[in-house]
T-cell receptor, first 115, second 114 residues
Framework: AQSVSQHNHHVILSEAASLELGCNYSYGGTVNLFWYVQYPGQHLQLLLKYFSGDPLVKGIKGFEAEFIKSKFSFNLRKPSVQWSDTAEYFC?????????????FGQGTTLQVKP | GAGVSQSPSNKVTEKGKDVELRCDPISGHTALYWYRQSLGQGLEFLIYFQGNSAPDKSGLPSDRFSAERTGGSVSTLTIQRTQQEDSAVYLCASSFHVGNQPQHFGDGTRLSIL
């Protein structure tokens, strides 16, 4: 069965610091990978997605993620965070035989950016 | 509106009562997904619809949970004889097709069982 794990549960950074959130997935076949963000009081929004092709994926708001197949990883990065990046971040995967699109989520990482 | 709409936004009910949660997907989206977000379990898949049929109900936690979708649009998730462990935020998402399509999420229904 597919699973996704996020190693950092709670991250606290100062503004302008660099960010990297870890994500590992378990499925060995064709997999689609996503990062979603949930700002306080808002719904889940898609930051970026990887289906195939260039393993370095650029998303909205300056975020990027790198798919490293050999490490089963899809870490999220941002060179310089802002206070407005304070939110909860979820890594998710879908795929496998008869891909239904159903998402398997990691436990989430709460990011707190101090001004 | 252009997004996924869920109602009610909050629901408080007594243990043992039945509840019905509604999801109105983005117009034209054929795939609809239900998830549950709770403190202990994180975000879990419940069920998905392709049109009006539900090929994958594997995430429904018990037979007290059921869902239907009519007319390829609105979906309702019903929980019978609610228990305290059903307390969670129930999220609905839709996408244009199943498979390689990003899902758009609603604001969720926060369900509290007293």
């Amino acid at each position: 069965a597919q699973s996704v794990s996020q190693h950092n549960h709670h991250v606290i950074l100062s503004e302008a610091a660099s960010l990297e959130l870890g994500c590992n997935y378990s499925y060995g076949g064709t997999v689609n990978l996503f990062w979603y963000v949930q700002y306080p009081g808002q719904h889940l929004q898609l930051l970026l997605k990887y289906f195939s092709g260039d393993p370095l994926v650029k998303g909205i708001k300056g975020f990027e993620a790198e798919f490293i197949k050999s490490k089963f990883s899809f870490n999220l990065r941002k060179p310089s965070v802002q206070w407005s990046d304070t939110a909860e971040y979820f890594c998710a995967s879908s795929g496998g035989s008869g891909n239904t699109g159903k998402l398997i989520f990691g436990q989430g990482t709460t990011l707190q950016v101090k001004p | 509106g252009a997004g996924v709409s869920q109602s009610p936004s909050n629901k408080v009910t007594e243990k043992g009562k039945d509840v019905e949660l509604r999801c109105d997907p983005i117009s034209g989206h054929t795939a609809l997904y239900w998830y549950r977000q709770s403190l202990g379990q994180g975000l879990e898949f419940l069920i998905y619809f392709q049109g009006n049929s539900a090929p994958d109900k594997s995430g429904l936690p018990s037979d007290r949970f059921s869902a239907e979708r009519t007319g390829g649009s609105v979906s309702t998730l019903t929980i019978q004889r609610t228990q305290q462990e059903d307390s969670a935020v129930y999220l609905c998402a839709s996408s244009f097709h199943v498979g390689n399509q990003p899902q758009h999420f609603g604001d969720g229904t926060r369900l509290s069982i007293l």
